[in-house]
């Protein structure tokens, strides 16, 4: 999760989801062999979330105890959860203790834990759910109390469609080897690393100026962003000629980041490729490692990601996380893919290129 100024719910979630709303099949896409391997796949649909973007923030609405609230979409954040802000607003237990900490941009949290009555999302109602505490900000509009992380999207294939504001849960049924990108015979694909159960997220292997790059896909981040490491190995820092200051960032943590603009040699994700791509770059993990107050041992928080792939790169593409196959399926709608706003900046260097 990040978001410009200016990550224990998985299994209970994931139980209430009824299967229903329709099925796909997806053999009518492909031919030849692939074609009988894929006459048995069914997208089974689960539910359809709608979404309300409030700038380039994906929320959904839920009810916690009976209470109207919206939860950010957060690929990028391990754990669903309520923000440490939140739960004295909503009546919510605070369990003593610390159960972990998260680290991300802005530093660290802490983690708490709480207990919701009933909690509702699409159609369903879990009673008597824990849930996390964590976050040391709030996270936009004043009834945004929460994230709904990977914990529960790596349960489900999700189609993510911002230009309809709408996202879709599949389960599929015999797909290991179909081609899922039923909206459009040409969608692209990239791989993902398999995701791990206990720290889960969708790691995507890049090139950013022909170097290679760790990325993860994080709909929580309001705009894409690269670490200071990887911008420098691909050419570009701070003092690079051209660079451009640029708005300064939150996530996690309690700290404000500042964010850097620079123009970089081409960016490539599976089939798609950017010649020239415009992109923020700042630190992301924390100045790579903490140390716990009282403590003189320090945690290295190096291997942290090397870029988000933020909401601005899933507003400008139909995409289908295909958790099953380990793979992205995305079409291009058109626009930047990767925004870089204020006035300043637009003022310096335009808009980002478009994807070819």
Not at 169 to 187: H, I, K, M, T, V
Not at 262 to 286: H, M, P, Q, W, Y
Not at 319 to 325: C, D, P
């Amino acid at each position: 999760m990040r978001r410009v100024v200016g990550r224990a719910v998985a299994g209970a979630i994931v139980a209430a989801f009824s299967v229903a709303g329709g099925v796909l099949v997806a053999g009518a896409l492909v031919a030849g062999a692939a074609a009988q391997a894929a006459e048995t796949c069914q997208m089974i649909k689960s539910d359809t979330l709608p979404v309300e973007m409030d700038g380039n923030q994906p929320l959904v609405k839920v009810a916690v105890n009976g209470h109207p609230v919206y939860f950010l979409v957060d690929t990028g954040s391990a754990l669903s959860m309520i923000l440490r802000s939140k739960a004295e607003e909503l009546d919510l237990p605070s369990f003593s203790g610390r159960n972990g900490t998260l680290v991300g941009v802005g530093g660290r949290s802490d983690i708490q834990g709480t207990r919701i009555k009933t909690f509702t999302l699409g159609k369903q109602t879990v009673t008597d759910m824990p849930l996390k505490l964590a976050g040391e900000r709030r996270i936009g509009r004043e009834d945004v109390v929460g994230l709904l992380g990977e914990d529960v999207f790596r349960k489900f294939d999700v189609e993510i469609d911002l230009a309809h504001n709408i996202i879709n849960l599949y389960q599929p049924r015999g797909c290991d080897s179909a081609f899922l990108g039923f909206w459009a015979e040409n969608a692209m694909t990239a791989d993902f690393r398999p995701v791990d159960w206990q720290a889960p997220s969708i790691v995507l292997d890049v090139t950013v100026g022909g170097k290679p790059v760790r990325a993860i896909l994080d709909s929580g981040a309001t705009h894409s962003v690269l670490s200071l490491e990887a911008a420098s190995r691909a050419g570009v820092t701070p003092d690079t000629p051209g660079v451009v200051m640029g708005e300064k960032s939150e996530g996690i943590g309690a700290k404000l980041v500042q964010d850097w603009v620079g123009v970089f040699d081409g960016f490539t994700l599976g089939d798609e490729t950017i010649k020239r791509a415009k992109l923020r770059f700042s630190d992301l993990n924390g100045s790579a490692s903490y140390a716990d107050a009282g403590s003189r041992t320090r945690f290295d928080t190096s291997g942290g990601p090397e870029m988000l792939l933020g909401a601005d790169f899933l507003r400008a593409h139909h995409v289908l996380i295909a958790h099953s196959q380990n793979r992205l399926y995305f079409t291009y709608n058109g626009g930047p893919v990767f925004q870089v706003t204020g006035p300043a900046l637009r003022r310096a260097s335009g808009e980002n290129a478009d994807a070819n």
